[in-house]
């Protein structure tokens, strides 16, 4: 089915304003959608994305010929539009290893790593790589990255081993078995901890290495053994 007949509900909302007219074939998978998103720099080649699939767009030509029709006052149809090239959707996996490696370039906790890219700022991570919004966001959750001062960060690997033989040491001095330690205990021994170490961080490490079990949240053993 043509782009032509999908839905006046449905919205392609391009990240740029463009005056370019073209036929799309949406799969039918994809015809309740109601929005799709144009995502690429002027060097790239563009991708179409939906809340949680990422989409190549290949142009197709054909000889048949594709009309756009406008009815008319007289209930007549005029033809505004006629092209023999359509474009396709092909759905593939994102490439999100620049992603990966503009966070190892900053983590938080080394002296000596760069400024965040303005790219993991919080307002436009979403808009400056090429996927869905479901496939960065579960990109960032398995780097176990957080918005620091407005930018998506990781964590630097010194700084948070550093923290965790804090907590297996204060466990130890508390009489605590840190591998079924519950998380209100923990922060209850880290709140008197080094100030290099913020509320929010010793928050955000202590619930990553943390897991709710019968409704109580307590030590992920498979995470600290």
């Given at each position: 089915?043509?782009?032509?007949?999908?839905?006046e509900?449905?919205?392609?909302?391009?990240l740029?304003?463009?005056?370019?007219?073209?036929?799309?074939?949406?799969?039918?998978?994809?015809?309740n959608?109601?929005?799709?998103?144009?995502?690429?720099?002027?060097?790239?080649?563009?991708?179409?994305?939906t809340?949680?699939?990422?989409?190549?767009?290949?142009?197709?030509?054909?000889?048949?010929?594709?009309?756009f029709?406008?009815?008319?006052?007289?209930?007549?149809?005029?033809?505004?539009?006629?092209?023999?090239?359509?474009?396709?959707?092909?759905?593939?996996?994102?490439?999100?290893?620049?992603?990966?490696?503009?966070?190892?370039?900053?983590?938080?906790?080394?002296?000596?790593?760069?400024?965040?890219?303005?790219?993991l700022?919080?307002?436009?991570?979403?808009?400056?790589?090429?996927?869905s919004?479901?496939?960065?966001?579960?990109?960032?959750?398995?780097?176990?990255?957080?918005?620091?001062?407005g930018?998506?960060?990781?964590i630097?690997?010194?700084?948070?081993?550093g923290?965790?033989?804090?907590?297996?040491?204060?466990?130890?001095?508390?009489?605590?078995?840190?591998?079924?330690?519950?998380?209100?205990?923990?922060m209850?021994?880290?709140?008197?901890?080094d100030?290099?170490y913020?509320?929010?961080?010793?928050?955000?490490?202590?619930?990553?290495?943390?897991?709710?079990?019968?409704?109580?949240?307590?030590?992920?053993?498979?995470?600290?053994?």
């Open positions: 089915m043509l782009a032509s007949s999908v839905s509900q449905t919205v392609v909302k391009p740029e304003p463009s005056k370019s007219v073209f036929f799309l074939e949406l799969p039918k998978d994809l015809m959608c109601r929005e799709f998103v144009l995502k690429g720099d002027p060097q790239d080649h563009a991708v179409l994305c809340d949680v699939a990422t989409f190549r767009i290949r142009q197709v030509q054909t000889s048949n010929t594709s009309l029709c406008r009815q008319n006052e007289e209930n007549d149809l005029k033809v505004e539009i006629e092209s023999q090239i359509y474009y396709e959707l092909e759905r593939l996996v994102p490439d999100l290893s620049n992603m990966v490696y503009l966070l190892e370039s900053s983590p938080f906790g080394d002296i000596s790593s760069s400024e965040p890219d303005d790219k700022r919080e307002e436009r991570v979403m808009s400056s790589f090429q996927a919004d479901a496939e960065i966001s579960s990109l960032l959750e398995s780097q176990d990255a957080l918005i620091i001062d930018c998506w960060r990781i630097a690997p010194a700084y948070l081993m923290f965790l033989e804090m907590v297996i040491a204060n466990c130890i001095l508390a009489d605590v078995d840190p591998k079924v330690a519950p998380f209100g205990k923990l209850e021994l880290m709140n008197d901890c100030p290099e913020p509320e929010y961080i010793r928050e955000h490490i202590l619930k990553s290495y943390t897991k709710d079990v019968d409704g109580q949240r307590i030590t992920d053993a498979a995470k600290v053994c």
